[in-house]
């Protein structure tokens, strides 16, 4: 089973940025996506953006569409999520994930590793 490991969660204030950054270590397999989701208590987990391991290609959720951007370094296997135009409802526990099942990138059951998530929460 891989290790994933975020960071760079934090406090901001609306209109900021925060940059997230996810380590991956000991793949069994290749994956061929990794993504990062969000989930605030009693709600369901949401998908935010994923990225091809193959090309980078990348797929966001609408509520963060032109605000976050994803990207992958795959020498180092690490994945970052750079958080601009924060807003207030975008405080959530982030959580990296990395998988090569088929189905929607967006969809949590593409996805076999998680890391343990990075808090966020923005301010108004």
């Known amino acids: 089973q891989a290790q994933l490991v975020e960071s760079g969660g934090g406090s901001a204030q609306t209109g900021g940025s925060l940059r997230l950054s996810c380590v991956a270590y000991?793949?069994?397999?290749?994956?061929?996506?990794m993504a990062w989701f969000r989930q605030v208590p009693g709600k369901e987990r949401e998908g935010v953006a994923a990225i091809a391991a193959g090309d980078s290609s990348a797929v966001y959720a609408d509520s963060v569409k032109g605000r976050f951007t994803i990207s992958l370094d795959s020498a180092e296997m690490t994945v970052y999520l750079q958080m601009d135009s924060l807003k207030p409802e975008d405080t959530a526990m982030y959580y990296c994930a990395a998988g090569w099942r088929g189905g929607g990138v967006l969809s949590d059951g593409r996805y076999v590793d998680w890391g343990q998530g990075t808090q966020v929460t923005v301010s108004s």
């Open positions: 000991r793949f069994t397999y290749r994956p061929n996506y």
